[in-house]
C-alpha cells in the first residue's frame, strides 16, 4: 500500500462519519443538548477557543512533567531490579499493587492530603500512577531479555557489570522501553484527566474541569470540542512517540527495518 493511500483512507472515512452524523442530526431534530451536529461542535470550538486551549495547556504540561516523571523513575527502577534480584523480589508486588489500585478510589484521598492548593502536585502524582507502572515492568523485562550467551561472552572478556547493562542489556531493552512509553503517554494524559474529574470545582482550569462544567450547563456541543482536544492530544502523543521509536531504531532493530517484498 503507497503512503497517499495510507492517509487518504482513514481521512476519507473520517469525512464520510461526519457527513452522516450532521446530516443524521439535521434530519432528524435531535436536540443540541442530547447530540450536537459537527457544524455546532466546531461553531462552540470558535467561540470558546480562548478559555479551551488555556485550559488544554494546564493539563497537557502536567502530562508531559508525569510523563517524563514516570519515564525516569520506571526505567531507574527496573535498572536496580535488573542488577539486584533481592531488590526486585521485594518491590515488584508493591509496583504491581499501585498498578491495580483505580485512580478514581485514591484521588479524593491525595486531594485531601495535598489541599486544594497544591491540585497540580495532587494531579501529577495521579498521572504518574497511571504512567509508571509500563515503563517499569516493559523496561524489567527488556533487561531480562539480553542474550544469556552475550552476557557470558562480555564476561569472559572482562566486561564490568556496568558495561554489560550499558553495551548489551540497555540496546536490549530499547525497543521495549519504546513501546511502553506510547502506552504510557496515553494513560498519562487519562490519569489526569480523571484526577480534574475526581478534583470538582477544586480543579477549575484544566480541560477535565472544563468538560465537567460544560456538561452540568448541558453545554454539550462544548464538551464535544473539548473531548475533540483531547483526542487530538493524545493522538499526536502516540504519534510523537511512534516517530521517536522509528528514529532510534529504524537502522537496527528487526521491527523498524523495512520489509522487502
Not at 464520510?16 to 446530516?23: K, P, T
Not at 534480584?85 to 492530603?113: C, D, H, K
Amino acid at each position: 500500500m503507497n503512503a497517499s493511500l495510507r492517509y487518504a483512507v482513514p481521512l476519507l472515512l473520517g469525512i464520510a462519519v461526519l457527513c452522516s452524523w450532521e446530516f443524521a442530526v439535521r434530519h432528524y431534530n435531535v436536540p443540541v443538548f442530547v447530540l450536537p451536529a459537527p457544524s455546532a461542535i466546531w461553531q462552540a470550538f470558535v467561540e470558546n477557543f480562548g478559555t479551551l486551549m488555556s485550559a488544554l495547556w494546564v493539563t497537557f504540561r502536567i502530562v508531559v512533567i508525569a510523563f517524563v516523571v514516570a519515564l525516569a523513575s520506571g526505567v531507574a527502577l527496573a535498572v536496580l531490579f535488573s542488577q539486584s534480584r533481592i531488590f526486585e523480589l521485594a518491590l515488584y508486588p508493591y509496583a504491581v499493587a499501585l498498578q491495580v489500585t483505580p485512580v478514581i478510589s485514591i484521588a479524593p484521598l491525595i486531594m485531601i492530603w495535598f489541599h486544594y492548593e497544591n491540585i497540580d502536585l495532587a494531579l501529577l502524582l495521579l498521572a504518574w500512577m497511571v504512567a509508571f507502572f509500563p515503563i517499569l515492568s516493559n523496561t524489567t523485562l527488556g533487561l531480562h531479555s539480553a542474550d544469556r550467551n552475550l552476557i557470558e561472552l562480555f564476561k569472559l572478556y572482562g566486561a564490568s557489570r556496568w558495561q554489560i547493562l550499558w553495551r548489551l542489556q540497555m540496546p536490549t531493552a530499547l525497543p521495549f522501553v519504546l513501546g511502553a512509553m506510547k502506552i504510557s503517554g496515553g494513560l498519562a494524559l487519562i490519569g489526569v484527566i480523571v484526577a480534574e474529574f475526581a478534583a470538582g470545582s477544586g480543579s477549575d482550569t484544566g480541560i477535565g474541569w472544563t468538560i465537567t462544567e460544560a456538561g452540568n450547563r448541558l453545554h454539550i456541543a462544548t464538551m464535544f470540542a473539548a473531548l475533540g482536544l483531547l483526542s487530538f492530544v493524545g493522538i499526536s502523543i502516540f504519534f510523537a512517540l511512534s516517530g521517536l521509536e522509528y528514529a532510534l531504531l529504524r537502522r537496527w532493530h528487526e521491527s523498524a527495518l523495512k520489509k522487502v517484498q
